[in-house]
C-alpha cells in the first residue's frame, strides 16, 4: 500500500464480538462525559443503539439518539425509528435537515439536498410529525453552504458537555475505506475503535472550531460482520427494522440490503433494490433525483463506468480520454476529480520508477490506467483517497505477475 500510514494488525481473540462490543461501549461511556448514539435505522446501528441502551439503562442514565431522517428511505424505516423513540430510557432527535448529499447520478447535479425547502413539492415522503427542521448553525441558504452529516457534527454537541463521544456502527468489512478508519495505528487514540473528528472544512476538529472540547466517533462493532450484526437481534430479541424482510422476500441479496438513499458512487449500484422491494417509495425517489430513474436501468453498465469503462480511441493516450473525462464535470466538481488522480499518480511515481500499465494494477501501489478511468467516470467527490489494498504478499505475488506478463506483451509490441 502506498503509505507511510500504519494498521493494527489483525488479531485473534478468545471473547466473542458481543462481549468485545459490550466491552467497548463500557469504556465509552466511563471515558467520555457526554455519550450519544448515531441511528440510521439500518442494521448496524441498531445493535449499537442496543449495545449503548443496555449500558446506559445498567447506569441510570437516558441515551441520547441522534437521526438523520434522509427522505428517500423505506417507510418501514420511519416506522422502525418511531418505535425507537418510545422505548424507555431514549431521547431521539429526529433531524429532517438538507445536509448535503452526493448524487452520482447525474453530472449535470452532482449533490442533491433531503428536505430541501426549495423542492417542498418533490419530497418523497411526508415530514414525520416528530421532525426537528431547525439546527442552530445550520445553514438553510445558499443550498451550497449546506454541511454534509459529518460536517455538521459540531453543531450536534457543546463545549460544556465536555468530551463528546459518538457512537457509530461503522464495520471494517464493509469496505477498504471503513477498514481503514479503525484499523490505522493513530497516536492520538485510546483505542483503535475510537478515532477524533477531523469532519469540519477548517480540518480542525469540529469541537475546536466551537470554542472547547472534543468530538470522538467510535465504532464498538468494527469487527462484526453481517452475520453476527443479524444473530444479535434474533438471539436477544432486539427490534429491528421490517424494511430488511421487504428486501428478503423480494430476493435481495444480503450484502446488497441497504436502507439508506441509494444515490452515490457505491450506493447508485442499488438503485433496482428500491425499485422492486419498495415501490411505495420508489416512484417519489425516481424523481425527486436528477438522474436516479436512468441510473436505475443502467448504474451497472460502462454507461456508469461500474461493468466497462471507456477506453482511448484510436491515437489517443488513456491520459487524454481521463482528462476528456475530466472535462465532462461541471469545473467546481473536475477540479475534485482531477485532484484525487493526481493523488494517485503522484503516490504511484513516489514509490516506483515503474510505469502505469493499462490494465495491470501495479503490485505495489495498485494503480493502472483502467482503475483511474473508472475513477474518473464515477467522479470521487468525496475526495478518498482510497487504491486497493496491496499490502497482502499473496495479493501483492498475485498482481507482480499480471503486472510483469503486460509489462513483457507491451514492449515486445512496442507499446511502451
Wanted: hydrophobic share 35%; charged share 25%.
Amino acid at each position: 500500500m502506498p503509505s507511510s500510514v500504519r494498521y493494527h494488525p489483525k488479531q485473534e481473540v478468545e471473547q466473542s464480538v458481543l462481549d468485545l462490543a459490550r466491552e467497548r461501549t463500557a469504556w465509552c461511556f466511563d471515558e467520555f462525559d457526554h455519550v450519544a448514539v448515531s441511528f440510521s435505522g439500518g442494521k448496524d446501528s441498531t445493535v449499537v443503539l442496543n449495545l449503548a441502551l443496555e449500558e446506559s439503562r445498567r447506569r441510570g442514565l437516558r441515551l441520547r439518539v441522534i437521526h438523520y431522517d434522509e427522505e428517500a428511505i423505506p417507510l418501514q424505516t420511519e416506522e422502525y425509528v418511531r418505535r425507537v423513540g418510545l422505548e424507555d430510557g431514549v431521547d431521539l432527535e429526529w433531524y429532517c435537515l438538507p445536509v448535503k448529499h452526493r448524487n452520482a447520478c447525474s453530472r449535470k447535479e452532482p449533490f442533491w439536498w433531503p428536505w430541501a425547502p426549495e423542492v417542498r413539492d418533490r419530497w418523497v415522503r411526508p415530514l414525520p410529525p416528530e421532525a426537528i427542521t431547525e439546527l442552530e448553525g445550520f445553514p438553510i441558504d445558499p443550498p451550497e453552504a449546506r454541511p454534509t452529516i459529518p460536517n455538521n457534527n459540531g453543531n450536534l454537541f457543546h463545549p460544556r458537555q465536555g468530551n463528546c463521544c459518538l457512537l457509530m456502527g461503522i464495520r471494517a468489512d464493509e469496505s477498504l475505506t471503513r477498514y481503514r478508519a479503525v484499523a490505522r495505528a493513530d497516536t492520538k487514540r485510546a483505542q483503535p475503535y475510537v478515532t477524533p473528528d477531523y469532519a469540519t472544512t477548517s480540518g480542525r476538529w469540529t469541537g475546536q472550531a466551537h470554542g472547547g472540547g472534543f468530538i470522538w466517533k467510535a465504532y464498538p462493532i468494527y469487527d462484526w460482520t453481517t452475520e453476527d450484526v443479524w444473530t444479535a437481534p434474533a438471539t436477544l430479541g432486539w427490534d429491528y427494522n421490517r424494511a430488511y424482510d421487504a428486501m428478503e422476500m423480494a430476493g435481495v441479496p444480503h450484502r446488497a440490503q441497504r436502507c439508506a438513499p441509494p444515490f452515490g458512487e457505491e450506493p447508485m449500484l442499488g438503485l433496482w433494490v428500491f425499485a422492486h422491494a419498495f415501490p411505495e417509495v420508489w416512484d417519489g425517489m425516481s424523481r425527486r433525483v436528477p438522474g436516479a430513474a436512468t441510473a436505475a436501468r443502467y448504474s451497472q453498465t460502462e454507461l456508469y463506468g461500474t461493468a466497462k469503462v471507456a477506453e482511448p480511441r484510436p491515437g489517443q493516450t488513456w491520459e487524454e480520454r481521463i482528462l476528456e473525462e475530466v472535462e465532462r464535470y461541471r469545473p467546481s466538481e473536475a477540479k475534485i476529480v482531477a485532484r484525487s488522480l493526481r493523488w494517485a499518480i503522484g503516490s504511484h511515481y513516489k514509490n516506483t520508477s515503474d510505469p502505469i500499465l493499462p490494465d495491470s494494477p501495479h503490485p505495489i501501489t495498485g494503480v493502472c490506467w483502467r482503475r483511474l478511468m473508472g475513477w474518473a467516470m464515477k467522479g470521487n467527490l468525496k475526495g478518498r483517497k482510497v487504491m486497493p489494498n496491496t499490502s497482502d504478499p499473496e495479493t501483492r505475488a498475485r498482481l507482480k505477475v499480471r503486472y510483469d506478463d503486460e509489462l513483457a506483451r507491451l514492449r515486445a509490441e512496442g507499446g511502451i
